[in-house]
């Protein structure tokens, strides 16, 4: 049997920021995992969660089958036609919790899980000297999870993680631009594997992906 991937591996190996890869492969697993179960033993409490929010919807096409979907959504549609109906009666959108407009996402409270797993054991492997050099050298995590990787740091990790930040995005930068004049200039046989990856590495770095990061209390993604 083949050893699991770790974050430590993501980090030495993955062109992006290594907790959303983790994160969603976590869900991806997860997903795959429940599907039978929703559409059996757990489907009466997957329909009460009214369903998934947009980004794990998007998701779950990944993995449904088109008779899974015909299993689960219908009565998750009959749910909303009765929220619609409710609507229609008052004249505004109900402010009913969980609902088809903001459901209560079993895959959004993995996610939450899981970017908590990403960050300890991030943590964990920057109190190592090999892990701060593994980490150095590679392209670091978003800004998004940075910020929370930096929240919860403390002493003078902060500081290291501040610094180390802007090496990194500064060499992205550099990778991004001599990737550019190598392509301009006919010499693509010259582009180094971190300059051919650096273009879709520059907008993750700066936005994450939107599957993979747990909504903070200012953001609204369900009600999970």
């Not at 009565?75 to 609507?87: E, G, K, N, R, S």
């Not at 970017?115 to 090999?130: F, H, N, P």
């Not at 740091?153 to 802007?166: F, K, N």
Request: aromatic share 8%; proline share 7%; net charge positive.
């Amino acid at each position: 049997m083949p050893r699991p991937i770790t974050l430590a591996d993501a980090i030495r190996h993955h062109w992006g920021c290594p907790i959303c890869w983790f994160v969603e492969k976590r869900l991806n697993d997860f997903i795959a995992s429940s599907l039978q179960r929703w559409m059996t033993d757990e489907r009466e409490r997957f329909v009460a969660t009214q369903g998934l929010c947009p980004a794990h919807a998007d998701l779950l096409l990944r993995w449904a089958s088109p008779m899974g979907i015909a299993v689960l959504y219908p009565p998750l549609l009959q749910l909303a036609a009765d929220f619609v109906a409710l609507w229609s009666t008052l004249g505004r959108m109900p402010n009913t919790k969980p609902s088809p407009m903001k459901p209560r996402c079993p895959v959004c409270a993995e996610r939450v899980a899981a970017e908590k797993l990403a960050l300890r054991e991030l943590l964990d492997l920057l109190r190592t000297e090999e892990g701060r050099q593994i980490y150095a050298e590679s392209r670091g995590v978003c800004l998004p999870h940075f910020r929370r990787l930096w929240t919860k740091a403390t002493g003078e990790l902060r500081s290291w993680l501040l610094q180390t930040q802007q090496d990194q995005l500064r060499r992205l930068s550099d990778d991004l631009q001599s990737y550019r004049q190598k392509r301009e200039t006919l010499r693509r046989h010259a582009i180094t594997p971190a300059e051919e990856t650096a273009w879709a590495t520059a907008v993750e770095k700066l936005a994450g992906r939107w599957k993979a990061l747990a909504p903070t209390e200012s953001e609204v993604s369900c009600d999970g």
